[in-house]
């Protein structure tokens, strides 16, 4: 194994964030994250449903962080395939159990976890999944995690990819 990344963050003290991936974790070819058929279905929710009702989640010093790394420009339009990147915190004390990660796509929450873990790595400090293809346009997901005293944490992750507004 080789260290890929090593990125340093700011919450209540620097914190070392290392993900460890395998040689072969980024196919050149990439995978399909979301397909075509999934961002059509997310669209038409996010157009005919009524918007959720937003709440604001302040961090708690007994609950899990999650930061998103990359991508990182919100509102910014990325190119597919996408390099995901996600660190984790743990509350103090506390350790996050990698097995309780998810994703969940769009309003509809598709649970996009398997097809994701089979291409990234996952593990206590963070996720790492590059080549991931996502259709051109708006998009969001929501990134779940927990930890061994039973605390979750959930970030949302909004992004455009191409022109497509």
């Given at each position: 194994?080789?260290?890929?990344?090593?990125?340093?963050?700011?919450?209540?003290?620097?914190?070392?964030?290392?993900?460890?991936?395998?040689?072969?974790?980024?196919?050149?070819?990439?995978?399909?994250?979301?397909?075509?058929?999934?961002?059509?279905?997310?669209?038409q929710?996010?157009?005919?449903?009524?918007?959720?009702?937003r709440?604001?989640?302040?961090?708690?010093?007994?609950?899990?962080?999650?930061?998103?790394?990359?991508?990182?420009?919100?509102?910014?339009?990325?190119?597919?395939?996408?390099?995901?990147?996600?660190?984790?915190?743990?509350?103090?004390?506390?350790?996050?159990?990698?097995?309780?990660?998810?994703?969940?796509?769009?309003?509809?929450k598709?649970?996009?976890?398997?097809?994701?873990?089979?291409?990234?790595?996952?593990?206590?400090?963070?996720?790492l999944?590059?080549?991931?293809?996502?259709?051109?346009?708006?998009?969001?997901?929501?990134?779940?995690?927990?930890?061994?005293?039973?605390?979750?944490?959930?970030?949302?992750?909004?992004?455009?990819?191409?022109?497509?507004?």
């Amino acid at each position: 194994m080789r260290m890929h990344t090593l990125r340093s963050l700011a919450a209540g003290g620097a914190a070392a964030v290392a993900l460890w991936a395998s040689p072969g974790l980024a196919a050149a070819a990439g995978f399909d994250l979301v397909t075509a058929a999934e961002a059509q279905q997310a669209a038409q929710a996010e157009k005919t449903l009524p918007p959720p009702v937003r709440t604001r989640n302040l961090p708690r010093p007994d609950a899990p962080a999650i930061t998103v790394l990359s991508p990182s420009a919100p509102g910014t339009p990325v190119a597919a395939p996408l390099r995901i990147e996600v660190a984790f915190q743990p509350a103090a004390g506390a350790r996050i159990v990698p097995s309780s990660f998810r994703v969940l796509y769009g309003l509809l929450k598709i649970d996009l976890t398997e097809r994701l873990r089979q291409h990234a790595t996952v593990s206590e400090a963070g996720l790492l999944v590059e080549g991931a293809k996502v259709p051109d346009g708006q998009h969001r997901m929501f990134i779940q995690v927990a930890d061994d005293k039973g605390n979750t944490a959930e970030q949302e992750l909004r992004f455009r990819v191409g022109g497509a507004s």
